[in-house]
């Protein structure tokens, strides 16, 4: 790493509140800084008591302190705030949610948060009682007014043998927050709220025989990002996954898991019921064997006999069908079209024709091939939208082209 890159990094405040999940920041911190963030750890008196500051200044590079009296000479109090392009608090305790949403200032972490003119992300821990009870959940809708972002916690297992909401989100599911809110701070208003939306994610596979399928290679990544992002604006989020890489299930969403372009179908029509949006983002095989062996297909000394397939459903398609046959009522439903162009045919008017035929709502425009979209983190595209316009997406994480379709989804819902 250059000299001239570290004045490039974004500088991020860690807050560190006092509960078990303390040691989970390490992680975060780790995550972080890998990535190419100067890194602040800054705890509270109760954090150091689940891990030690050594443990902090050692991952960090940067000292760590609690109070407002160290280092009094370089007022940290208000530098660490003012200089900070984004603070996130992982985890943020109901006592550290209700000291910022009372704008207490008596250590140096609430101090910093009154400071911060930056994105704030607080990612809440704590028993479902604690997170369930009316101040806090009244300290959480005071901060998110005042445009802090406040994520959902995560369903699972917490301290003890409990179970329940009010679990860390993954590390690596705070870092992607986090990294959304440096590309665009406006990325998680609370506009989905008392939304339900389906989310379609993978890549089916289509038997031939017990051991072998045809499949593709879509990591089931874009998916993911859209359902996070949704859950964290507030909606109620159902996930169809088909087969994906080995992903983290994002913090507070319901994940149906499917293997074939038939089971996806039923699902989605299943689960589209009822839904304010439906986004198809799984790449579902256009074909499948005609015929499924009933037992491994063996070597013979002649060559095999041609693989004979027949068409798949087309679920997003069908989804718009059944709308208009008046058996849905979602307001929205949005696609995605993987194209690579051809000499006489470019990505985007591909993408125009693909969302006149699907009769969809909404369309996000993905080209594919050479390394693009498929597997990989980063993703750039255009939304189409079934009245004629067309926004570019830039290049950017999978997260912030879901925040853009989200935005877009939002304003039709509003609009019905
Ligand atoms: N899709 C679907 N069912 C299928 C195929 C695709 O629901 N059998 C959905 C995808 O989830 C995506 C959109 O349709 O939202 C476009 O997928 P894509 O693979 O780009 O298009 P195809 O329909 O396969 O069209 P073509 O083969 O002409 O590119």
């Known amino acids: 790493m250059t000299a001239n890159s570290a004045e490039n990094q974004p500088n991020v405040v860690l807050g560190v509140a006092g509960g078990i999940a303390a040691y989970k920041?390490?992680?975060?911190?780790?995550?972080?800084?890998?990535?190419?963030?100067?890194?602040?750890?800054?705890?509270?008196?109760?954090?150091?008591?689940f891990v030690g500051a050594a443990t902090f200044e050692a991952l960090s590079g940067q000292p760590v302190r609690t109070g407002v009296f160290a280092d009094v000479e370089q007022v940290p109090h208000v530098r660490l705030g003012q200089q900070a392009d984004l603070?996130?608090?992982?985890?943020?305790?109901?006592?550290?949610?209700?000291?910022?949403?009372?704008?207490?200032?008596?250590?140096?972490?609430?101090?910093?948060?009154?400071?911060?003119?930056?994105?704030?992300?607080?990612?809440?821990?704590?028993?479902?009682?604690?997170?369930?009870?009316?101040?806090?959940?009244?300290?959480?809708?005071?901060?998110?007014?005042?445009?802090?972002?406040?994520?959902?916690?995560?369903?699972?297992?917490?301290?003890?043998p409990d179970t329940g909401?009010?679990?860390?989100?993954?590390?690596?599911?705070?870092?992607?927050?986090?990294r959304l809110l440096l590309a665009e701070p406006n990325a998680l208003p609370r506009d989905l709220e008392g939304r339900r939306v389906v989310v379609s994610a993978g890549g089916t596979r289509e038997p031939l025989d017990p051991v072998r399928y045809l499949g593709n290679r879509s990591s089931g990544r874009q998916g993911y990002a859209l359902a996070r992002v949704a859950a964290h604006r507030g909606a109620d989020v159902t996930l169809v996954?088909?087969?994906?890489?080995?992903?983290?299930?994002?913090?507070?969403?319901?994940?149906?898991?499917?293997?074939?372009?038939?089971?996806?179908?039923?699902?989605?029509?299943?689960?589209?019921?009822?839904?304010?949006?439906?986004?198809?983002?799984?790449?579902?095989?256009?074909?499948?064997?005609?015929?499924?062996?009933?037992?491994?297909?063996?070597?013979?000394?002649?060559?095999?006999?041609?693989?004979?397939?027949?068409?798949?459903?087309?679920?997003?398609?069908?989804?718009?069908?059944?709308?208009?046959?008046?058996?849905?009522?979602t307001a929205v439903i949005a696609g995605f079209a993987?194209?690579?162009?051809?000499?006489?045919?470019?990505?985007?008017?591909?993408?125009?024709?693909?969302?006149?035929?699907?009769?969809?709502?909404?369309?996000?425009?993905?080209?594919?091939g050479d390394g693009q979209a498929f597997e990989v983190e980063d993703n750039a595209g255009w939304l189409l939208t079934a009245d004629g316009t067309e926004r570019p997406i830039p290049f950017g994480s999978k997260s912030r082209l879901a925040s853009t379709l989200w935005d877009a989804v939002s304003e039709q819902l509003a609009a019905k």
């Not at 704590?126 to 445009?147: F, K, Y």
């Not at 372009?261 to 064997?289: H, I, N």
């Open 338 to 368: 993987a194209e690579t162009g051809d000499p006489s045919t470019t990505v985007l008017e591909h993408g125009r024709a693909k969302l006149a035929r699907k009769g969809c709502d909404l369309l996000v425009v993905n080209a594919v």
């Open 25 to 49: 920041a390490c992680e975060v911190l780790r995550r972080l800084t890998e990535s190419g963030h100067r890194v602040r750890v800054v705890p509270t008196e109760a954090a150091l008591q």
């Open 165 to 178: 909401k009010g679990r860390l989100p993954d590390p690596a599911e705070i870092v992607d927050l986090a």
């Open 241 to 329: 996954a088909a087969h994906t890489a080995d992903l983290v299930v994002p913090a507070g969403v319901r994940l149906v898991r499917v293997g074939t372009a038939e089971e996806m179908r039923a699902t989605m029509l299943k689960e589209a019921s009822g839904a304010d949006a439906v986004v198809m983002a799984a790449a579902v095989a256009d074909f499948r064997p005609v015929e499924l062996a009933e037992h491994k297909i063996k070597k013979t000394g002649r060559d095999p006999e041609p693989l004979r397939l027949t068409k798949n459903p087309d679920v997003l398609a069908e989804l718009v069908r059944s709308r208009a046959a008046g058996e849905l009522d």
């Open 87 to 160: 603070v996130v608090v992982a985890p943020a305790t109901a006592d550290l949610l209700a000291r910022a949403a009372h704008g207490r200032a008596d250590d140096l972490l609430t101090s910093t948060l009154l400071t911060a003119r930056c994105p704030v992300l607080m990612v809440p821990a704590m028993h479902t009682e604690m997170w369930e009870h009316p101040a806090t959940q009244d300290n959480v809708a005071l901060l998110r007014s005042r445009g802090i972002v406040v994520a959902e916690p995560d369903v699972g297992r917490l301290t003890g």
